[in-house]
Structures are given as C-alpha cells and as structure tokens.
C-alpha cells in the first residue's frame, strides 16, 4: 500500500509540475509580446516628506494588463521576466517611460525607479541610464534607482564598481526593502546610498504593544540620519502608523494613507492640483486591500 500511495503520489506531483510548467511558459510567452502590444503600464506612487507634508517624488511601478487575466501583479511576472533575462528590455523601458514622464511634471520631483539585480549585474546598465536620462532631458539628480540588498550577496568588487559608477552620473541611490533580508550594516560602509527604504513589514506591527518594529526602525533612522540618508517607510496605512514612523524619525512616507500607486492621467492631476499630501486613513486597523 505505501508502494502504491508512493506511486500515486508521484504521478500526482509530476502532473502537478507538467501544469505548473505549462502555466510558467504561457506567461513567459504572454509576457514575450506584451511590451509590443502595449500591455505594460507604469504607475506613480507618491512619497511624501514627514516635515513638509509634500510630495517630493513618485516611485514608477509596472503594472500588466494581460488581455485575458487582467491586472497582475509585479510580484507575479517580474520573477518570469528574470527568469528569462526578459527583465533587461523591461527594465530598460521602465526607466524610459519614468523619465519622460518625469520630464512633463514641474519643478524638482524626483523620479524613483525599482532596478532588479540582474540589470545591476548588467555592464551596460550605466550607459542605459545615461540615455534614458539624456534622452528626456532631466537632471540626473531627480533620477533615483532603487536596489536591494540582494545585489551585495554576489561579486562585491562588481557590486562596488557599479555602484560607483551609477553615482558617477550623479544618480541618486536607495536601499529597497531594507530589513527583509540579510540586513547587514556592512554594505551602509560600502555603497553610500542616499536613502534607505523601509520594508512594510516593519511598518506593520509596530503599533503592537511590546512590538520590537518601533525599536528596530528608531535605530536604523538615526543611524541613516549620522551617515546622512534619508528614510522612507513603505506601506505605512494608518494613522497610528504614520505617527510612529514620524516619532522614530523617519523622513519619509510612502503609503496608502496619502496615496496609491495611479495611472499617468492620475498622476497629471494629481500634480496639476499642487503637493500638499493630506493623510486620509483608519486610526488603527489597516485599510483593506
Ligand atoms: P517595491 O519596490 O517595494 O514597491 C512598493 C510596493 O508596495 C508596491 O507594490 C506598492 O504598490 C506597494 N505599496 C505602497 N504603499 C502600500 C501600502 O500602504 N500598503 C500596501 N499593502 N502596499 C503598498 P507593487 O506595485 O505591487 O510592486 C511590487 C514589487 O514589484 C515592487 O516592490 C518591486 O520590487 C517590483 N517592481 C514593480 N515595478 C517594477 C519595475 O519597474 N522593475 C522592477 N525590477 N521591479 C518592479
Ligand atoms: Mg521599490
Ligand atoms: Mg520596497
Ligand atoms: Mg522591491
């Protein structure tokens, strides 16, 4: 019988992944045409200063509108579009669409955009964000890219050179998703980044009693603060979130208690009828997805 079950259970799994397999090729063949047909979009999130109340930036995020399935998430095709090196064409047209974007909009907005770590690995990574800014014509410094920490788990004298050369074109630099995954002080030494970004899931639960988030945040921004960068919390919600991540120092806000990520139209107007950010959120439960 435990033979069988055995067997059974093979055969289960092996048509369990010959499905998945299938499903994994039909979106890496989807996603193949879908910067040709025009199903990629990005969006604008956003972020706001905690003194001013202003937006200072948006961060630029990919949005797929598959013909049949509708929206999916980044978190759903970015991996297929690493997985395939289709990450290189999407990431380059990311920076693009952003700084033309960019462009159109008034005054000293800066422009943050997400740069995975396979177009970090990339040699030719300067030279595409040197023409994507030369090409909309926008300072270099409204332009920051975003990295996690992934990219110091390999090649650190690559890691460094790159990283050296992107500040060479006066980009500004941000740490993603600071507190996910290895959270090594170390690379803070190696790469002077210009802001550190921290991960949702520190936000979340800091209003907790007993929550160590609220003590583990309060140390990286006055670390940050000292080696003179900045902080934004993502995914900040609620009120009492907001007034935490304020009172432990952080200098930015990114979250649906002031705004969503919007389409370009949205975008445009929401510049259009100034940066003030009003905070619009639950006291403390969290707002639904
Ligand atoms: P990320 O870079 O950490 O981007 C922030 C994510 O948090 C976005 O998810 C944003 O919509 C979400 N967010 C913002 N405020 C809130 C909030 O208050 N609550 C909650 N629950 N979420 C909030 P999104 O747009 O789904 O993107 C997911 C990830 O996909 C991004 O995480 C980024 O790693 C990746 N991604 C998005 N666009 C690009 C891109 O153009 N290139 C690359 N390489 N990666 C991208
Ligand atoms: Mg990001
Ligand atoms: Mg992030
Ligand atoms: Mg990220």
């Known amino acids: ?15 369990d992944l010959h499905a998945d397999a299938e499903a994994r090729s039909a979106m890496e063949e989807d996603l193949r045409d879908a910067l040709a047909k025009g199903e990629l979009e990005m969006f604008y999130q956003p972020i706001v200063a905690v003194e001013t109340q202003r937006i200072t930036g948006f961060e630029a995020l990919m949005r797929w509108h598959h013909p049949v399935k509708g929206w999916i998430s980044p978190h759903r095709f970015i991996e297929t579009a690493e997985d395939t090196g289709m990450i290189q064409q999407l990431g380059e047209w990311a920076l693009r669409q952003a700084c033309e974007q960019l462009a159109s909009w008034p005054g000293d907005i800066l422009m943050a955009v997400n740069v995975s ?15 994507a800014i030369g090409h909309a014509g926008i300072a270099p410094s409204q332009l920051e890219l975003e990295i996690t920490e992934t990219v110091f788990l390999q090649d650190s004298a690559g890691t460094e050179a ?11 630099m941000a740490l993603d998703d600071f507190g ?40 990286i921004t006055s670390l940050a603060q000292s080696l003179g960068m900045e902080t934004t919390a993502e995914g900040v919600e609620t009120m009492d979130e907001l007034d935490l991540v304020r009172k432990h120092g952080c200098s930015h806000v990114q979250g649906y208690i002031y705004e969503r990520p919007m389409d370009v139209r949205q975008a445009d107007a929401r510049i259009a009828a100034g940066l003030e950010a009003v ?5 403390c439960s969290r707002a639904p997805r």
């Open 279 to 283: 905070a619009r959120g639950p006291r």
């Open 1 to 15: 019988a435990a033979k069988d079950g055995g067997r059974g259970r093979y055969h289960f799994y092996s048509q």
């Open 117 to 131: 770590p396979l177009q970090f690995a990339n040699p030719n990574l300067p030279s595409i964000v040197a023409n």
């Open 180 to 219: 996910t995954g290895y959270s090594s002080l170390g690379y803070l030494k190696k790469a002077p980044f210009d802001k550190i970004k921290i991960d949702k899931s520190f936000v979340r639960g800091i209003t907790e009693a007993g929550s160590r988030n609220a003590a583990i945040i309060a140390s």
């Open 162 to 172: 790159m990283f050296a050369a992107l500040k060479k074109l006066g980009v500004r």
